[in-house]
């Protein structure tokens, strides 16, 4: 009985209500943190519904609403490299709403070795980068009114405007397997770069240039055969330079002004545990992500000069557990997802002496039911439901001269995700996944993205 009111109401909200929805976010005290909603994760960018720092959000995770570390597919290997050697694919996918396509393959070589190639991952908004988004909008340089860096935020200075390019140029992944051992080494290299230059018959002149380069690495172990199931560590970090400098003269008057980073590395882990439960299947995971990006931002305007240290710092937990049941002889995948998490958030600005600073926490309950049918023959439907049952967040905003603290709990940014899609086997080891666009009914673009695996 249970599995049939969960297909109607699987197929009713496929036909009825085909998007993704998030509640909207209205709040007294304005969040800094937020990302880019086209920058992620389904278009729900909110920490606590993302993926950790270096999992993409493939398609077909994006119409389950589940994140990657709660199931099991070839895009694992990005957290976990020592994955790859249990994949043989051939991946590309397409974002519609990101202007976006990216992809690769892995490789099999003699010896129980495997190499993977993929290009223009897209990078979360979550990252060391990504966090140059929130910091430059919410403290962006007050620098003279001419000056082109005045009031720019990072969204607008492309470091992570997906619409125009995704961010993520190159992952090389090496996988070595080892009687029930499979280790993995990823080295990952991502760069954006945004030049201008303006000069005017007058004699003025307005220029900037702005780089971003990211390295990363990774190492994973997957320990099979460990109990009745397997277990899988994984260690990554990162590290990111960001630079922009400016100079301009208007009537005679010139200034100049530079964004320096200070290389501080990132660590991100994961820890999770797969086990059979008769025909059915538990994920138990663990994630940790903690990163600080230092900004120094240096100006002289007129002959004079001025200085500012900014920094966003983030530690990030999550514990999450995802139980995998099939019924009706394998057609139907039922996904119950239940965890526990917290962020941390803080921007810290240093100017002329004065300090201001921004805080934001959130400690929060979320569950969710995914649903995965065969509808037909080779033909797939999904849907997913995610909710946090309790949500407890706090923001403190100081400056020199006051300081506002808001503390709430289920308000109206705690969202309902929603997300559906499809999944088609045309042929043999080929298969094709649709995910639904977030705004289909006020839309042309039915899809949000649409990937091709290749199976060998």
């Known amino acids: ?268 882990f994961l820890g999770r545990y797969v086990t059979p439960v008769g025909q059915d299947k538990l994920i138990l995971a663990v994630n940790v992500d903690q990163y600080k990006m230092p900004l120094e931002i240096r100006a002289t305007d007129s002959g004079v000069a001025s200085s500012v240290d900014t920094s966003a710092s983030a530690f990030n937990l999550a514990l999450d557990a995802a139980y995998h049941q099939m019924l009706q002889d394998g057609k139907l995948r039922v996904i119950y997802s239940a965890g526990v998490g917290s962020t941390n958030i803080t921007y810290l600005n240093k100017a002329s002496g004065a300090e201001s600073s921004f805080e934001s926490s959130h400690f929060y309950i979320p569950i969710g039911v995914a649903v995965e049918h065969l509808t037909f023959e080779a033909f797939k439907t999904r849907i997913g439901v995610r909710k946090n049952i309790f949500s407890n967040k706090s923001l403190k905003d100081a400056t020199p001269t006051q300081t506002t603290t808001q503390a709430t709990s289920f308000y109206l940014d705690d969202e309902l995700l929603l997300a559906t899609g499809f999944g088609w086997v045309p042929a043999d080891k080929v298969q094709i996944d649709f995910a639904l666009n977030a705004t289909v009914l006020s839309s042309t673009m039915l899809f949000s993205s649409v990937s091709a695996r290749y199976h060998y």
Request: charged letters at 10%; glycine letters at 10%; hydrophobic letters at 40%.
């Open 1 to 268: 009985m249970l599995n049939k009111i969960l297909f109607r109401f699987a197929s009713f909200l496929l036909v009825t209500v085909p998007f993704t929805y998030l509640a909207a976010d209205i709040q007294p005290l304005s969040d800094a943190t937020l990302c880019n909603a086209d920058s992620s994760y389904g278009g729900s960018c909110y920490l606590n519904d993302m993926n950790t720092v270096n999992q993409p959000a493939d398609t077909q995770t994006q119409s389950l609403g589940v994140p990657n570390r709660l199931i099991e597919n070839d895009m694992n290997m990005f957290v976990n490299p020592g994955q790859v050697m249990n994949y043989g694919t051939a991946y590309l996918e397409g974002r519609s709403s990101a202007n976006l396509v990216w992809g690769g393959a892995t490789v099999p070589l003699p010896a129980n070795q495997k190499l993977a190639v993929f290009v223009r991952r897209p990078m979360n908004a979550n990252s060391l980068l990504g966090s140059v988004v929130g910091l430059l909008g919410k403290y962006s340089p007050a620098l003279n009114a001419s000056n082109p860096l005045n009031g720019v935020t990072g969204v607008q200075m492309g470091i992570l405007d997906t619409k125009a390019k995704g961010f993520g140029n190159l992952d090389a992944m090496y996988g070595l397997s080892m009687g029930d051992m499979n280790f993995g080494f990823r080295l990952s290299y991502a760069n954006l770069k945004n030049n201008y230059d303006k000069t005017q018959t007058n004699g003025d002149i307005s220029k900037y240039k702005i780089s971003a380069h990211n390295i990363g690495v990774g190492l994973g172990l997957q320990w099979k055969n460990l109990g009745p199931g397997y277990l899988d560590l994984s260690l990554s970090s990162d590290i990111a330079f960001f630079n922009a400098s400016s100079n301009y003269t208007v009537t005679g008057v010139s200034g100049e002004s530079t964004i320096e980073s200070t290389a501080l590395p990132s660590i991100s």
